[in-house]
C-alpha cells in the first residue's frame, strides 16, 4: 500500500542537542508537511514544501529547519533542541494543489526534549 | 476569533445513539473542509471531506456544509465505542500567492459508552 513513514517513531534527547526526523511516502505526492501536535493546542504547521525546490515557512517555524531530498524524503531538523519542543510530530502528503488539499498523516514521531 | 472552532468535549453518547460534532471556521473565503479522526496516540485518519452546502454521506457518517452560516458538522449514526476517538474538523483557506493552507480545529473528544 502506498503509505507515510516516519523515524524514528519515539525519541528522548537533551537540551542543546541537534536532531533529525524523517519522512518518506510512497503515494507519489508532490506536496508535503511538517506539523506539531501539543495538548490543547491542536495541529500547527511548521513547514511545508510543494516540490523539491519549493520550501516555505509554516505557523511555527522558528527554531526548526527542513530539507526535501527528493520528492518522496522531507525532513525536519531541531538545530539546538528545547524542551518546549516536546511534542507529537507528523508528516502529512498532499495529492494536489489548489483549494482540495486533502492530506494524509504519517504515524507521527513522539520527541521528548529534556 | 480563532479561524477554526470546536467544542473540546468530551461528548458522551450511548451506543447506537446519533453524534453530532460541530465546527465553525472564520474565513469566508474557505472552499473545502474535512473531518479526521484521532485515536489517542495515533495519526489523524481523514474520513470525510466537503466542497458545496449541503450534506454527504458515507456510511455511518453525514458531513453537512452551510458556507452562509460557515459552520460544517459531522453526524455520526448508530454510534459504535469504536467510534470512540478526537475528531479534528479542518478548512482549506486561501493563503496568497496562489497558496492554500489547513487549518485544524483543535478537536471534539467522543466517547461512546457501551
Known amino acids: 500500500d502506498a503509505d507515510v513513514t516516519q523515524t524514528p517513531r519515539n525519541r528522548i534527547t537533551k537540551t542543546g542537542k541537534r536532531i533529525m526526523l524523517e519522512c518518506s511516502q510512497t503515494k507519489g505526492h508532490d506536496r508535503m508537511y511538517w506539523y506539531r501536535q501539543d495538548p490543547g493546542l491542536g495541529l500547527r504547521l511548521i513547514y511545508y514544501s510543494f516540490d523539491v525546490k519549493d520550501i516555505n515557512k509554516g505557523e511555527i517555524s522558528d527554531g526548526y529547519s527542513v530539507s526535501r531530498q527528493a520528492q518522496a524524503k522531507f525532513s525536519l531538523s531541531l538545530e539546538s533542541a528545547i524542551p518546549n519542543q516536546t511534542a507529537l510530530y507528523f508528516c502529512a502528503t498532499s495529492p494536489v494543489a489548489g483549494s482540495d488539499n486533502e492530506q494524509f498523516f504519517g504515524p507521527g514521531t513522539r520527541l521528548t526534549v529534556l | 476569533q480563532k479561524e477554526v472552532e470546536q467544542n473540546s468535549g468530551p461528548l458522551s453518547v450511548p451506543e447506537g445513539a446519533i453524534a453530532s460534532l460541530n465546527c465553525t471556521y472564520s474565513?469566508?473565503?474557505?472552499?473545502?473542509f474535512f473531518w479526521y479522526r484521532q485515536y489517542s496516540g495515533k495519526s489523524p485518519e481523514l474520513i470525510m471531506s466537503?466542497?458545496?452546502?449541503g450534506d454527504k454521506e458515507d456510511g455511518r457518517f453525514t458531513a453537512q456544509l452551510n458556507k452562509a452560516s460557515q459552520y460544517v458538522s459531522l453526524l455520526i449514526r448508530d454510534s459504535q465505542p469504536s467510534d470512540s476517538a478526537t475528531y479534528l474538523c479542518a478548512v482549506n483557506r486561501y493563503s496568497g500567492a496562489g497558496s492554500y493552507q489547513l487549518t485544524f480545529g483543535k478537536g471534539t473528544k467522543l466517547s461512546v459508552i457501551p
Open positions: 474565513d469566508r473565503g474557505s472552499q473545502s
Open positions: 466537503i466542497y458545496s452546502n
